[in-house]
């Protein structure tokens, strides 16, 4: 199962919306299982 890792505090604390998509991105980037930690392109 996904555990979220959302933070409402935190994601509260975003001063703009950019800020908010940094701090989305950031927990994106934390899951190896979505992202692409090796630097490969794969197709």
Same mark, same amino acid.
């Given at each position: 199962?996904?555990?979220? /890792?959302? *933070?409402?505090?935190?994601?509260q604390?975003?001063?703009? #919306? /950019?800020? *908010?998509?940094?701090?989305?991105?950031?927990?994106?980037? #934390?899951?190896?299982?979505?992202?692409?930690?090796a630097?490969q392109?794969?197709?």
């Open positions: 199962m996904v555990q979220s /890792l959302w *933070e409402q505090a935190k994601a604390q975003a001063s703009n #919306t /950019l800020d *908010e998509l940094v701090y989305r991105s950031n927990l994106i980037g #934390t899951d190896r299982r979505v992202c692409n930690w630097g392109h794969i197709e």
